[in-house]
């Protein structure tokens, strides 16, 4: 697993420099010779290859998330936190329920101060 998510860093890395180094070529060329429909025509394909950068951004990122879900747990589970395991969906739903009751916790002591901010005035 490690090779391949290097290997796609690796990609999506060489893709995004390949593509700013094409987007600056054209737009060097572009604006030496350019008329106004020519200037409008190279906005609309600089406009097209930033939504194509930014699509396959998206899409590396969400190959990574789905990667990263099919792992194996450390108790050797494929897919351990998303439900395959019960050890890490129970670990997950604690450490979950943890961080809501100190949020919980947070909120009620600032409840706290600002009434009691209110009281000394």
Known sequence: MGRLRSFINFISTLIAFFGLMFVMF???????????????RFGSA???????????????????????????CAHGVGSGKEGGCQNCFKEEQQRRADVEAREAKRVREQETKKRAETLRF
């Open 26 to 40: 054209v737009a060097f060329v572009a604006f030496q010779r350019a008329t106004h429909a020519e200037l409008i």
């Open 46 to 72: 600089v406009f097209a290859m930033v939504l194509l950068l930014a699509a396959g951004v998206i899409a590396t990122r969400h190959i990574k998330k789905m990667l990263e879900r099919r792992r194996p």
